[in-house]
């Protein structure tokens, strides 16, 4: 087998890396429809308190992927650039810092825009 053929199997750990923003915006979003769905409405700001097992471990998860994705994610994408193994072609590379970028840029305007109370009273 050539080196082309095998580079195309084996998955990069630096797509984990670029793709992290994206995973944190589905885990706010699954976050905010478990609080509709707990509460039966979308809590409000500095007054209501939601605490259930499911929802601490929800909060967990959103918190690990967000550390990970904030502090982690781009020294390690550079990182793993330093290995020849676990570099791609440029082109890979450049839709993995695209697609690290637009996810930031969902979750800002996502947050941003919220037409519900979730993302103030997530902040709180």
């Not at 053929?5 to 990069?12: C, F, G, M, N, V």
């Not at 601490?56 to 918190?63: A, G, Q, Y």
């Not at 800002?108 to 997530?122: Q, R, V």
């Amino acid at each position: 087998m050539s080196d082309s053929t095998l580079k195309e199997k084996r998955p990069s750990w630096t797509w984990i890396c670029s793709l992290s923003p994206g995973v944190l915006f589905l885990a706010f979003v699954t976050m905010a429809l478990h609080i509709r769905l707990g509460l039966g409405h979308w809590p409000t700001p500095m007054t209501e308190d939601y605490h259930t097992i499911a929802f601490r471990i929800h909060e967990d998860t959103l918190i690990g992927v967000l550390l990970f994705t904030v502090y982690a994610a781009a020294p390690l994408w550079l990182v793993f650039l330093c290995f020849r193994r676990l570099r791609l072609s440029w082109r890979a590379h450049i839709t993995q810092v695209v697609a690290y970028v637009l996810g930031w840029l969902l979750i800002l305007l996502a947050s941003k825009y919220d037409p519900t109370t979730f993302t103030e009273w997530f902040f709180d």
